[in-house]
């Protein structure tokens, strides 16, 4: 059930300021409102309220759309009639925001061209992908599988719903909203044409994510005709590759990013090397200054409750990255334990040499996460030779 969906993903109110409650409270009411306006042809959707997050690794911030309640059920609904006309013709090689596929797929996809010789990456950004998608070109991709005049009005309504941004509207003749329920599989819609074109180049291991995506390719050559054709597409979508993000590289002399990792390669003793793959060191650095945060001494609490913070922010971290084979898991253990220690000696004045009794087995049984124990459980689920 579309409702059910959306209210267990217990999202922010949107731009009417009803909460996911309220509209439970009364769900039958409601949902009878919204399916009489939507067979009356009366819906309309609600602007989206635009907040501001940061944006990973720089000072910048990205806007993100938070429809009302009632027009993510809309979304849902129509995501679910439209996702099973697409998903069994989208190519193999998107991973993003799909059922039965992840980023881990990607990176490890990534990882075995690599290791089967395709050195030659195609490393590219996409500008401001989201933001500038052409709405009537999307809504004519939709049309070419669905004929329902009522659904491709619903969408066209939708995308030019407008935002309001500290209290004033504003339009919206491009792009879609990140944030709404639908927007990803649109997202992949839109971009499947380039997942087509890439996949018919000889020589060519193409890899997307969302719009993330990168080229792989035994030769300089192949990989130059590959950004080649990605500028043709993509030109022919309205869209533009940003210039200063894209780039052409060799990952025995270069390394790249990718869903948050970064591919290099590392020397092996009397051999060749080989491709490796570890978290991003901007990932790492926002995984440790969040960890300095919950554990500055001003915090009024015990450390039995800094754990019990720190506890879900290691293990969703370790639970993306420690994937990777160059995380410095062990180092990264020592340091948050240190962190810990360092917690009690300053918020009790307490000499650090004098808590010789806050042994690493003591912070694990009060419940601390050890990124070097899922690594290892990584490991002992991968297949043996």
Known sequence: MAAAAVLANRGAAGVDHQSGDQFAEHLGDEL??????????????????????PKPGTKKQRPLGVPAIRDRVAEEAMRRVMEPIWEPTFSVDSYGFRPGRSAHEAVHRIFAHLSDGYHWVVDADIRDYFGSIDQQLLIDKVAERISDGTVL?????????????????????????????????LANIYLDALDQAMARLPG????????????????QEDAQAALRMAQIVLGELRLTLHPEKTRIVNVRATAFDFLGFTFFWAPTKGGPGRPLFGPKQAAAERFKNRVRELTRRTRPMNLQMVI?????????????FTISHNGNYYQLDAWVRERCRAFVAKRWNRSPALDAEWTNTRLAHMG????????????????RP
């Open 204 to 219: 060519i291991q193409f890899i997307r994510y969302a719009d993330d995506w990168c080229a792989l390719a035994r030769t």
């Open 153 to 185: 009005g619903w969408l066209r309504d939708m995308l030019r719903a407008g935002v309001m941004d500290a209290g004033q509207w504003q339009p919206t003749s491009r792009g879609t909203s990140q944030g709404s329920v639908i927007s990803p599989l």
């Open 32 to 53: 009878d409102r919204l399916g009489r306006a939507m067979q009356e042809h009366r819906y309309k959707p609600l602007p989206v309220r635009r907040v501001w997050i």
């Open 368 to 383: 601390l996460p050890s990124l070097a124990m899922m690594r290892r459980q990584v490991l002992a689920q991968l297949p």
């Open 308 to 320: 019990d913070d720190l506890a879900p922010v290691i293990r969703g971290w370790g639970q993306y």
